[in-house]
Structure formats: C-alpha cells, structure tokens
C-alpha cells in the first residue's frame, strides 16, 4: 500500500472519502472510524487528519504506520498559507469541487455557526473564491494533462454523483494490486448514501445573492472549464 498526502480545499469531499475508503479497508461496510484526533487502524489502511484539533500538524505524519494524510489548505484573509511543502517523490491525492458549492458547504445552507447576516455570507463568499482559484492554480491545474503516476485528481463532483466508477481509481491508486470487491463497495456506497444532498436553491440568501453568485462562477469559469467541473449556470443563463 503506498503512502499518500492528501491536499483538499476545504468542502471537497475530504471525510466523505476516508470513511469510504476505511469501510472498505476493513472490509467492514458497519466500520466507524471518524476520529480525526486518532490515527484509525482499517485493515493496513492508516488515516491521518492533519491541522486544526486533528490528529497532529506534521508533515509527514508523526505517526509511521501512516498511509494516508489528508489536510485542508488553511487560508485566511490575510493571505497566508498553510500547506506542506512539495515533495517531488511523494504520491498526492488532490480533491476539489466546483468554488460555489464548496462555500456554500462551507458557510451552511442556513444560518449556522457565527455567521448571521447577508453581508457576512457574501464577504466569505467572495473570499472563498478568489483562494480558490489560487489553489487549484497551484495544486491541481498543472497536473490535469500530464497523467503523472504520483498525482490523483478527485472530484467532488464525480465521488458523489458516480461512486461506482471513481472509488475504484482511489482505492487502485492506494494500492494498485487490490483487486476491487465490487460486492462490498456496493455495500459501503448504500451504507454512507453517498448521492448529491444540496441544491444551490437552498442557499438561505440565494434569490437576492442569485446574480452576483452568477458572477462570481464567471470569474472562476476559465478553472472549470480547465478541470472539466460542471458549471451550476448555463453560460447565456442571465436570470
């Protein structure tokens, strides 16, 4: 099994991914192992969540029975970064997600957390997706053509809307000699419901935000269309 470095922006699909792949490594559809303060033993999968009040803030993982260490990129309004710095030998897993959807993740479909008012959502908003472009512009875009064998794009988009066809490309790029057990992975994908949950429409502020969301879809619209992300709004959708 090799060792993987995960890299995320934030609302991609960085949990949703480690409970599949510990519920398919324990060949255990039941397996509960969110404990992101833990290193979580599934078969000889080892799952390390990195930052915040995770399990630690090394890179690499302190931990040596490590396999797979997945960490946010933690921006803030000052421009700062926190990410590990780029080892040429090692073997990324890079998730990501179309910038509206991840914010609007992000900040919740209500009013959740400290954020209370219009203006606080669209300030976050806004943020979220100038950060966003930087990052994909840095992690991902440059590796979209090349096919590199240390380097796995995963898209949100494709974890939750086709499982059936992208688990697989994971779990072979962890451990290219696994033979996938269709049968348990059917069972893994029924047991966490893994589909599409949210609609843009329920965005708390979507009907008087609906336009500048619009906008702001435009200006990140030259990295869509370079990672093949599908758009929310049709190109001549004006309304």
């Not at 599934?42 to 399990?55: E, K, L, P």
């Not at 991902?140 to 240390?150: M, W």
Request: net charge neutral; charged share 25%; proline share 6%.
């Amino acid at each position: 099994m090799k060792t993987i470095t995960v890299i995320t922006f934030p609302r991609s699909g960085q949990h949703l991914l480690i409970w599949i792949l510990q519920k398919y490594f324990s060949k255990n559809p039941e397996f509960n192992g969110h404990n992101p303060q833990k290193v979580v033993k599934a078969g000889d999968f080892y799952a390390c969540q990195r930052g915040g009040n995770n399990h630690c803030d090394f890179y690499p993982c302190a931990d040596l029975r490590t396999t797979y260490q997945a960490q946010h990129l933690v921006y803030s309004f000052d421009g700062r970064f926190d990410t590990p710095i780029e080892n040429k030998s090692a073997n990324y897993l890079l998730q990501y997600r179309n910038p509206i959807y991840s914010v609007l993740s992000l900040v919740g479909y209500g009013n959740e957390g400290t954020v209370r008012t219009p203006e606080e959502y669209l300030e976050i908003i806004i943020d979220t997706v100038f950060w966003w472009r930087i990052w994909v512009n840095r992690w991902v875009i440059p590796y979209v053509s090349l096919n590199a064998s240390n380097r796995l794009l995963v898209k949100y988009e494709d974890l939750v809307n086709n499982p059936k066809n992208t688990i697989p490309k994971v779990i072979k790029y962890i451990e290219p000699n696994e033979e996938i057990d269709f049968e348990l992975l059917d069972k893994v994908i029924a047991n966490l419901d893994i589909c599409p949950k949210h609609g843009i429409e329920e965005y708390k502020y979507y009907p008087e935000q609906k336009k500048l969301l619009q906008v702001l879809e435009k200006v990140a619209e030259k990295e869509l269309d370079r990672l093949h992300l599908p758009k929310i709004w049709e190109k001549n959708e004006t309304n």
